[in-house]
């Protein structure tokens, strides 16, 4: 029994401390769930048999299960279930493919999954101490993003930061500061201008109280030239800067999953088939190269080769490692990420798997497209990708 995507919508993305940094992860979550229910006005909430919502952090206001949460305050009855599950920066992506599964399985007909992060509301964290009034002092850790409360048994070469990782890529392939740069800018111009298209228009969703109607990273005047001012950030003679790696970020995204079937319940016809899943795992440094491998296992679980590809959404969690990807790939450099990716939209770690997804099914449409990849790195080493099919594509 297929798995199909019905419907996908998202909040704007906000910048670390802008935006949406005062509202809850867990409302941000309600916010596209009770949209996903008001774009489709035929389906009964109590039809869908499992929400399933990604979430990287869980350590502040998201905690205990923010999918059930969400279903909660979103007014869904209490009969529908809800789990969260973490992948970390795959956790929405890796949301719909247990989705897809209960699906094909026949252990659900409806299932609605996605994905929130509140960066800008992850909080410090305090290790409890081993035993009993402590004299000494205790540093609080941050959850906003990378290792934290290192187990020492750790190999030191895995637990670099995530800049440090990706400087190692860099070296690997010897790609330039200026290919970074020059690829950064291509995020936010092709970002703002499917934005000027009304390309977002329908996915896109607003948060009740703040006024932000659009990504809040978005910068169209961004060029290599101005991109190339900006100082390294992990080495002093490193390559990555603020400017060609995705910023910290607050938002939520949800992808409406059914089978075939479910087209009467839903009151909808199906957006996409999910035809294919991969995921690969690497040495943690090696993180961002892992949606390589994923995307070319989840392409032959769909049967297919990449000379059948017409759209790729990749999420850009760095310049570098969004090169390496590609340029390992028989692909071209132009169907990627054609509508912008997350140097310029914004990286909520929870969200962003929904939002490629969700982002590729509607390039897929839009260009008359049959097959596409979403694909992402995920800190620790591991990759996700998901291979779509436009069955009403004409090519």
Same mark, same amino acid.
């Given at each position: 029994?297929? #798995?199909?995507?019905?419907?996908?919508?998202r909040?704007?993305?906000?910048?670390?401390?802008?935006?949406?940094?005062?509202?809850?992860?867990?409302?941000?979550?309600?916010?596209?769930?009770?949209?996903?229910?008001?774009?489709s006005?035929?389906?009964?909430?109590?039809?869908?048999?499992?929400?399933?919502?990604?979430?990287a952090?869980? #350590?502040g206001?998201?905690?205990?299960?923010?999918?059930?949460?969400?279903a909660?305050?979103?007014?869904?009855p209490?009969?529908?279930?809800?789990?969260?599950?973490?992948?970390?920066?795959?956790?929405?992506?890796?949301?719909?493919?247990?989705?897809?599964?209960?699906?094909?399985?026949?252990?659900?007909?409806v299932?609605?999954?996605?994905?929130?992060?509140?960066?800008s509301?992850?909080?410090?964290?305090?290790?409890?101490?081993s035993r009993?009034?402590?004299a000494?002092?205790?540093?609080?850790?941050s959850?906003?993003?990378?290792?934290?409360?290192?187990?020492?048994?750790?190999?030191?070469e895995?637990?670099?930061?995530?800049?440090?990782?990706?400087?190692?890529?860099?070296?690997?392939?010897?790609i330039?500061?200026?290919?970074q740069?020059?690829?950064a800018?291509q995020?936010?111009?092709?970002?703002?201008?499917?934005?000027e298209?009304g390309h977002?228009?329908?996915?896109?969703?607003?948060?009740?109280g703040?006024?932000?109607v659009?990504?809040?990273?978005?910068?169209?005047?961004?060029?290599?030239?101005t991109?190339?001012?900006?100082?390294?950030?992990?080495r002093?003679?490193?390559?990555?800067?603020?400017?060609?790696a995705?910023?910290l970020?607050?938002?939520?995204s949800?992808?409406?999953l *059914?089978?075939?079937?479910?087209?009467?319940?839903?009151?909808?016809?199906?957006?996409?088939?999910?035809? *294919?899943?991969?995921?690969?795992?690497?040495?943690?440094?090696?993180?961002?190269y892992?949606?390589?491998?994923?995307?070319?296992?989840?392409?032959?679980?769909?049967?297919?080769?990449?000379d059948?590809?017409?759209?790729?959404e990749?999420?850009?969690?760095?310049?570098?490692?969004?090169?390496?990807?590609?340029?390992?790939w028989?692909?071209?450099?132009e169907?990627?990420?054609?509508?912008?990716?997350?140097?310029a939209?914004g990286?909520?770690?929870?969200?962003?798997?929904?939002r490629?997804?969700g982002t590729l099914?509607?390039?897929?449409?839009a260009?008359?497209?049959?097959?596409?990849?979403?694909?992402?790195?995920?800190?620790?080493?591991?990759?996700?990708?998901?291979v779509?099919e436009?069955?009403?594509?004409?090519?």
């Amino acid at each position: 029994m297929p #798995a199909y995507v019905y419907d996908a919508v998202r909040t704007p993305f906000g910048r670390y401390g802008g935006a949406l940094s005062g509202v809850r992860p867990d409302d941000l979550a309600a916010t596209v769930v009770s949209a996903t229910l008001a774009r489709s006005p035929g389906l009964d909430a109590a039809a869908i048999d499992d929400v399933v919502w990604g979430n990287a952090n869980g #350590a502040g206001e998201e905690n205990r299960n923010v999918g059930r949460m969400a279903a909660l305050l979103a007014g869904l009855p209490t009969s529908v279930p809800g789990v969260t599950v973490n992948r970390l920066c795959g956790s929405s992506l890796d949301a719909a493919i247990a989705g897809s599964r209960a699906i094909e399985s026949g252990d659900a007909d409806v299932v609605l999954t996605g994905g929130v992060e509140s960066m800008s509301r992850a909080p410090w964290v305090l290790p409890k101490p081993s035993r009993a009034f402590p004299a000494g002092n205790v540093e609080a850790v941050s959850t906003t993003l990378g290792w934290r409360l290192v187990n020492p048994a750790m190999p030191k070469e895995w637990t670099v930061s995530l800049g440090e990782a990706n400087e190692q890529l860099q070296e690997r392939f010897g790609i330039t500061r200026e290919r970074q740069d020059a690829f950064a800018a291509q995020s936010h111009g092709r970002a703002h201008a499917a934005w000027e298209a009304g390309h977002y228009d329908d996915l896109v969703v607003g948060v009740d109280g703040v006024d932000l109607v659009r990504d809040e990273g978005i910068r169209p005047d961004s060029s290599a030239e101005t991109l190339a001012k900006l100082r390294p950030a992990f080495r002093p003679d490193g390559t990555i800067t603020p400017g060609n790696a995705s910023p910290l970020n607050d938002g939520a995204s949800a992808v409406l999953l *059914g089978s075939a079937d479910a087209a009467r319940t839903i009151g909808r016809e199906p957006l996409a088939r999910i035809a *294919g899943r991969g995921v690969m795992a690497l040495d943690p440094q090696e993180f961002g190269y892992a949606p390589v491998e994923a995307a070319d296992r989840a392409l032959a679980r769909a049967g297919i080769g990449w000379d059948a590809v017409g759209a790729v959404e990749l999420n850009e969690a760095f310049a570098v490692q969004s090169l390496a990807c590609v340029d390992a790939w028989p692909v071209d450099p132009e169907i990627v990420n054609q509508w912008g990716g997350a140097i310029a939209i914004g990286h909520p770690l929870g969200a962003s798997g929904g939002r490629i997804l969700g982002t590729l099914a509607a390039v897929l449409r839009a260009t008359n497209q049959r097959w596409g990849v979403a694909g992402i790195c995920i800190g620790v080493g591991q990759g996700l990708a998901v291979v779509l099919e436009n069955e009403g594509a004409a090519s």
